[in-house]
Every structure is written in structure tokens, then in C-alpha cells.
């Protein structure tokens, strides 16, 4: 009688899936094509050998490390001093969000770096600087700024800016940083009262002073819609 039992619902089963799919066929018709994946206006996972295409680079940058890769199996390593590498040009917008994950080995004992520009033309708007001594970041929207808690060295930080141009005193930038893939519910910078003007149209990852340190950056992404969570 069990075994009767378990037959016949397993008969239900099948018949009621074979059901769902003849449903399916006949009210939906073809099955739909997936969506494109997410296009963003910069994205760069430093997968590909040596230095991307229309990426420029000043100094010798190493776009195939492999020692402490933050994604994937390669990352971007700077360690030369004032070292940078530019974007791709992307269409100018007033709003401008940008990820990066980022990794140092050391914090500056005299000499503050920046690591991250969001830039129009050659103007800088706003960019993330490491403070010497402290370790704290701070986001500068022109001359305005605000300011993190301190990193801590060999973590990979998830960074997440966001920049919005303004009229001399009230544009924004604000900062999210975490040490995972999930952008966090507040920023750790937000400053209100930035003094830049401008549409960005490309970004600048550097390592811009003379002291000894592994800059290391990876999943490089643009936008101009708002960018949340990313891939893991
Ligand atoms: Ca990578
Ligand atoms: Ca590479």
C-alpha cells in the first residue's frame, strides 16, 4: 500500500511538472533570452596581460601581479613613486560613481598619498588621499573634505565613491569602505559642501608619493548610475 502510495505520487509529480511545461510553452512561447550582463562605463579586472587597452600608464606598473591578487588571479600593482595610470575616456556626466578595490602594505610615515582621482580632462574634482601617520582617508571634493577611521595595512578594502558636481559649496562626495563585496547601508565620508564644478570623464589610480609602498587595485569600475553590491 506504501509503495502504491509513493507510485501514485510520484505520478502526480511528473504529471504536474510534464503540465507546468505545456502551460509554459503555450502562454509564454519562447523562452526568454537573459539580460545583458551590467555595462558600466569603466570596468577593468586586470585579467588580461600587461597594461589595458587605453589605460595609460606613468611609470612602470604592474598589471599582471599575481602575489596578493584582490580578484581573480592578477591585480594591479603600483610601487613606483608618483606613479599613476589614467582611465579610459568616458562620457562626460555630472554625476560620477566609481569602485575600487584597493590594498596597501604600508600606511605613510611622512608623506600622504593619493590613490584614487575622478578627474575632467586633467582637472582633478575630488580624490581619496592616505594621511600620513594616521592611516585615516580622507575624500576631498575640491578643497572640502571628510575622513574615514584608519585603514589597516595588507587588508583589501572594498572603496565605493560616489561624486556629484556642484555650484562652488554645495557639491558631494560620498565614501563607502568596507572589507567585503556588500556596500554598506551609510558612507564613512560624506561631505556636503564640496567646491568643485565639473563633469568627470575619466578616473586616475597613483600612488602619488616617494615612499616605499605596494599600491595594489582591482576590480576597477565607473558608472553613472549608482554602483551597489559587486561581484564577489
Ligand atoms: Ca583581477
Ligand atoms: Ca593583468
Known amino acids: 500500500m506504501k509503495k502504491q502510495l509513493l507510485l501514485l505520487a510520484a505520478l502526480l509529480c511528473f504529471a504536474s511538472l510534464a ?10 512561447g519562447p523562452v526568454v533570452v537573459a539580460a545583458p550582463a551590467t555595462s558600466y562605463l569603466v570596468e577593468e579586472n586586470a585579467e588580461g596581460t600587461g597594461t589595458p587597452s587605453g589605460w595609460a600608464d606613468t ?10 591578487a584582490l580578484r581573480g588571479s592578477q591585480s594591479l600593482s603600483i610601487t613606483e613613486n608618483y606613479g599613476t595610470t589614467t582611465s579610459p575616456t568616458f562620457s562626460a556626466t555630472a554625476n560620477v560613481n566609481a569602485f575600487i578595490r584597493f590594498r596597501t602594505d604600508s600606511i ?6 593619493t590613490f584614487l582621482q575622478i578627474r575632467d580632462g586633467s582637472t582633478v574634482l575630488c580624490y581619496l588621499r592616505l594621511i600620513a601617520g594616521t592611516g585615516v582617508i580622507r575624500g576631498y571634493h575640491g578643497t572640502a573634505y571628510g575622513a574615514s577611521s584608519a585603514i589597516s ?47 568627470p570623464d575619466n ?20 558608472d553613472d548610475a549608482t554602483i551597489g553590491d559587486v561581484d564577489a
Open 153 to 199: 595595512v595588507d587588508t583589501t578594502y572594498y572603496i565605493w565613491a560616489e561624486y556629484a558636481s556642484g555650484s562652488g559649496a554645495d557639491g558631494t562626495l560620498d565614501v563607502y569602505i568596507d572589507t567585503d563585496n556588500t556596500k554598506p547601508a551609510s558612507p564613512s565620508i560624506s561631505v556636503t559642501t564640496g567646491t568643485t564644478s565639473g563633469d
Open 203 to 222: 578616473i586616475k589610480l597613483l600612488k602619488d608619493n616617494g615612499e616605499a609602498h605596494n599600491f595594489i587595485f582591482d576590480q576597477i569600475i565607473v
Open 59 to 68: 611609470g612602470t606598473h604592474d598589471w599582471d601581479y599575481t602575489t596578493t
Open 108 to 113: 605613510p610615515a611622512s608623506s600622504s598619498a
Open 19 to 28: 503540465w507546468a511545461n505545456f502551460g509554459y510553452q503555450i502562454v509564454e
